[in-house]
């Protein structure tokens, strides 16, 4: 810069300077390190007034915002400028979404609608609901018009997308609004076109075929049945739910260009489904794998805790029976291994041993129970509401999942998945005959603890809800002791165990039990993952966290009665006085009531779900399994060493697992 031009007089330099452009603030800033006096030009508190003044400030038309309170919803959401010329419904109870200069506004008085409001125009738009019924909710709106640069989108059509599901179905539904046409899509099922989330390909499926394709990459082949119309959509399925995820980038930097080839040489999809008679397989392909199969795993569940008796028992009862009777028709089979789940066990306490199911056996004293009975009870219930004209798809939900409940509390079971898993196990031990059987029972599966990908899991367990729901701050209080025994173990030492159980007990012809557990071994309160989540949120506030960075304590309750205590007083009393001012304006919030009401029901639902695992009082014996750990060190020691297949909990330093692997694991790929 030349000494003229950095010597302009005051005047005149103020007056270049007033007409830079606002709509680029960099251009002020490149200005005021020209030379120090133009920097005290443009810094002089004169100077800054009279830009304003001359370009003018945009209007701030309104304050969306939340103001989170301790009980009920949020306060109303808009705080008013004298600005804004025209406002939205006063009645509007929560804003949901601003994208491309409108306002999503979610109201309420005859019932609920949803408003997109122009806050620039005041143009209002009123939308009825999509007629999905929700328990959980969101929605967005965005310009419409093709080939915006959404720059100034006022006037132009729109599109509005809600999203929701409820406590009487598990899956998401979504709808699309178009202001066009002025009607809503029909409602899509977000399941990827497969089948409900509780029943996709758990977790512990991806890391035990991503942990045999690492560390035995001569396998000579990996059948992966999976639920399909056809072996291009099971195939398409693999590469999105197993060989796609983050878990096999270990295996993809190995081999690099060459991984998608591996895998295809390696793993055969097939189209098909265990709660068919051969697996859903033609004549052709069962001769096939009848003779090419030598070890069968069945993972394959259905694992919602309030699943539809007929669903849950196909899944869990017929599925096990129909892979014993496939694994028969096996010629060269070694052994067949069943995943199950340690809490088939009920609300036992004391120490649990690792015994086979007999047939018949039920939980609660002089109970017999009768599988062939239960299928026919099933069977006679659906002919009843089919023969009911009256029956919609939801009351028929709606009957069977409280069929399963009453069922298995009637046995001495605390839900339908563990009922139902019991009843496959002794299936499974009444029909095997001479062939090998192992059934592996894991406790609380958490995240990956060593290797490909430590912290790595999928699916929400019932301590990961609480760690997501303490650092979203949704979540103010939960049942459970913290004294009382937490048994969790990490995903890859399942996998391990699984692993060396197919090698030591390949062709013998006997039935093993193994907990996978950690309760007698390494026991871990859960306190430990109390003090462990609060710490960790300290040093690493999310987004949610208050103005010093800090996240309000969890209150827990160690009883079922505190608990309910605690819900009577603070929310089943407000609900009730809402009840009877409803009834005594004639109805006016009727909508509201209802849905607080299902609210309500839908907590203490859970919590009569969830409180046999959280105030679990039962250890798990693992004699079987240490003498499963001491073969596989014998053997380790006769080979020189070798792979490691780590299952011993002993091995974990709980406080360090859950603070720098587990909850940064939750933080990581559940908290989205």
Not at 509 to 516: P, R
Request: charged share 25%.
């Amino acid at each position: 810069m030349d000494d003229v031009t950095a010597s302009l007089a005051p005047e005149l330099l103020s007056e270049i300077l007033l007409r830079l452009p606002p709509d680029e603030p960099g251009h002020l800033f490149r200005a005021a390190i020209v030379c120090k006096e133009w920097l005290r030009a443009i810094c002089d508190p004169g100077f800054l007034r009279r830009y304003r003044a001359f370009h003018g400030s945009p209007p701030l038309l309104g304050l969306l915002h939340r103001r989170q309170v301790l009980q009920g919803d949020p306060v109303r959401h808009l705080a008013r400028t004298t600005a804004v010329p025209l406002f939205p419904d006063p009645t509007f109870r929560r804003a949901l979404d601003c994208h491309h200069g409108r306002a999503l506004l979610h109201a309420s008085d005859d019932g609920w609608y949803l408003i997109v409001w122009d806050p620039v125009t005041g143009e209002q738009h009123r939308v009825l609901e999509p007629g999905i019924p929700w328990l959980m909710y969101t929605a967005a709106v965005f310009c419409a018009v093709s080939g915006c640069a959404h720059l100034d989108c006022h006037g132009g059509p729109f599109r509005v997308v809600f999203v929701a599901t409820d406590d009487e179905d598990e899956l998401v539904k979504a709808s699309v609004y178009s202001s066009e046409t002025g009607a809503w899509s029909k409602p899509a099922i977000l399941d990827y076109g497969y089948q409900t989330w509780q029943e996709r390909l758990q977790a512990i499926t991806r890391v035990l075929v991503e942990k045999i394709l690492r560390v035995q990459p001569d396998v000579k082949k990996l059948y992966l049945l999976v639920r399909a119309n056809d072996v291009e959509s099971a195939t398409r399925r693999v590469q999105d739910e197993v060989t796609g995820k983050e878990i096999f980038q270990v295996l993809k930097e190995k081999h690099g260009d060459g991984f998608e080839s591996f895998v295809e040489e390696k793993v055969c999809t097939l189209a098909g489904d265990i709660i068919y008679e051969n697996l859903g397989l033609d004549s052709a392909k069962l001769t096939e794998l009848s003779n090419e199969i030598d070890i069968i795993v069945n993972g394959a569940a259905t694992t919602n805790f309030y699943e539809r008796y007929d669903v849950a028992f196909d899944s869990n009862v017929l599925g096990a029976k129909n892979i014993c009777e496939f694994a028969k028709k096996c010629t060269k089979l070694k052994m067949l291994l069943h995943v199950s789940t340690a809490y088939v066990a009920g609300e036992q306490e004391g120490l649990i041993l690792e015994k086979p199911f007999l047939m018949g056996q039920a939980l609660r004293e002089g109970r017999h129970l009768d599988i062939a009975s239960e299928l026919n009870l099933i069977k006679e219930t659906r002919r009843e509401m089919k023969a009911s004209n009256r029956c919609s798809e939801k009351t028929e939900k709606r009957t069977m999942k409280e069929l399963g409940l009453k069922r298995a509390k009637h046995f001495g079971w605390p839900n339908t998945y563990v009922f139902t898993k019991a009843m496959g196990e002794m299936l499974l031990g009444h029909l095997r005959g001479d062939l090998p059987v192992v059934i592996i029972r894991p406790s609380i599966i958490t995240s990956i603890l060593k290797e490909p990908l430590p912290g790595w899991m999928e699916g929400i367990r019932t301590i990961d809800s609480v760690i997501i729901g303490y650092a979203k701050q949704t979540l103010s209080f939960f049942l459970v002791d913290l004294n009382l025994i937490m048994d969790v173990i990490p995903g890859d030492m399942v996998v391990n165990a699984m692993m060396v159980a197919m090698a030591a007990h390949s062709g013998e012809q006997a039935q093993t039990i193994y907990h996978v557990t950690s309760s007698l071994r390494n026991p871990a309160p859960y306190a430990v993952l109390s003090d462990a989540g609060h710490r960790y949120f300290f040093a690493n506030p999310p987004p949610r966290a208050g103005k010093n960075g800090r996240l309000r304590r969890m209150r827990f309750f160690s009883t079922v009665a505190s608990f309910r205590a605690h819900m009577a007083i603070n929310y089943k009393l407000p609900l009730e006085i809402l009840r009877l001012v409803n009834i005594a304006l004639c109805g006016m919030f009727s909508r509201r009531y209802d849905e607080l009401s299902r609210k309500y029901k839908f907590v203490m639902h859970l919590v009569e779900l969830y409180a046999p695992y959280t105030l679990f009082k039962g250890c798990f014996d693992d004699i079987n399994t240490e003498k499963l750990r001491i073969t596989m060190r014998k053997q380790e020691d006769k080979n020189g060493g070798g792979y490691c297949f780590d299952f011993d909990p002993k091995s974990i330093d709980w406080d360090e697992y859950f603070y720098k692997v587990h909850i940064p694991g939750v933080v990581k790929y559940l908290c989205d």
